[in-house]
């Protein structure tokens, strides 16, 4: 255990967790107590983590979901939710709150600091979604937003279902890209019936391919996405 | 079920239902569409409201859980998530989205139609939140949370854990005010320890019955509640 200890600063300087802060966030901090009680866990004595924990994991399943639900504009809503279950489980949420330091920054009582808690996945995520809970309150939605997002971008990324999930023209969009292809011409050819309860026929060309194909649906955008969709089919046969 | 299906408009006007967003929402909606998802059940046609749901039920959560730590600056984080779970569960949203009217406006499948479908509580609660999400995506977070806090307003009043959960200093003024009696006054008598872990003596003080109370925290509004909690108390005994 000595070497766990080791680790881990026993005592903090007066000024802790300031320099800490200005090296992990983009803004600065308006009232450093909020984050001291994020990084305090119950264990220690003083104001501990345990109801910013709450609030930010409110806010960081509202981020998450609201992120997703914009990357993923075709998703349906179960798609969305075992994503987001994926993205923000305690496995992840530890393995950022590794990286950005969390774990030294920590104030533990001494029989969790003994047995090694400040490496312990669940008091770790608890303590980054109590500093998302004191971003939140210290800076807004805005700044919790850019901050979360980016802490989140390369989870995200390495979940597997997140690229099948991407939308068609996405896809698409990539798949051109990648090959230095110009990008597709969509174009409204039929709309059919009353106002809110319109029918739309797409038309998608990709001149440099001489490729077209059709897509039909209640919005523009459902019909581009289809029209989209057959095209990358099409591509891949062909290829 | 003849009765159900009269009590639903069976068809809708053009314009639906812009008239009931304007006698609804205290705000003027810009994009529609989004209300009208909002308001269609998957067996309905067109796009429906499943994934508005996911996004406003995470910012249901968020603002609920927002407005309970406000309001409850004292409760430990099992209090507040008892609290919530209360409060946004399927059985008063449903009473809510009712109440406003969610249910002469909901675009169902004939068979959801026929079997009154309308009036369960899980498609209401739904549309709900869907409609949350909708207004969120719309006008964003200031407009959702003032319309979100006047409609969990009276269920919160309602659940009888929330009163007993107020913190000290809110309930002796409240205690105060209804008996038409001077508020008290709070003086930091002492102040001890170092920057971070700072120790605060406070007294409490009621004039108009000449009595005093004190309270000792980590923080100076910690001491403050513990000489108001000390101060109700005596009030109590007294009367």
Redesign the interface.
């Known amino acids: 255990m000595g070497s766990d200890r080791d680790a881990h600063p026993l005592s903090?300087s007066?000024?802790?967790p300031q320099a800490w802060l200005a090296r992990t966030f983009p803004h600065a901090p308006n009232d450093v107590?909020l984050y001291?009680a994020a990084l305090t866990h119950r264990s220690a004595?003083?104001?501990n983590n345990?109801?910013l924990?709450?609030?930010g994991?409110?806010?960081l399943?509202?981020l998450a979901?609201?992120w997703l639900?914009e990357r993923f504009p075709l998703?349906?809503?179960g798609d969305?939710?075992r994503l987001r279950a994926s993205l923000v489980s305690e496995s992840p949420l530890a393995q950022i709150a590794q990286q950005i330091g969390v774990g030294e920054q920590l104030q533990l009582g001494s029989g969790e600091l003994k047995t090694g808690g400040f490496r312990r996945e669940s008091i770790l995520a608890d303590a980054l979604e109590a500093l998302i809970g004191a971003v939140y309150l210290d800076k807004g939605?805005e700044v919790t937003r850019e901050w979360v997002r980016g802490l989140l971008a390369s989870p995200l990324a390495q979940l597997p279902e997140a690229d099948a999930l991407k939308d068609p023209k996405t896809r698409l969009q990539e798949y051109l890209q990648a090959r230095a292809l110009a990008l597709p011409l969509y174009e409204v050819e039929r709309i059919e019936g009353?106002?809110?309860?319109q029918h739309f026929a797409v038309r998608c060309e990709l001149k440099s391919l001489q490729a077209v194909t059709f897509g039909e649906g209640?919005?523009r955008r459902r019909a581009e996405q289809q029209a989209a969709a057959q095209m990358l089919q099409q591509l891949v046969e062909r290829s």
Chains 1, 2 share one sequence.
């Open positions: 903090r007066a000024d802790w107590a001291r004595s003083g104001r345990e109801r924990e709450f609030l994991d409110a806010v399943n509202m979901g609201e639900f998703a349906p809503e969305l939710s939605l009353e106002a809110h309860a209640s919005s």
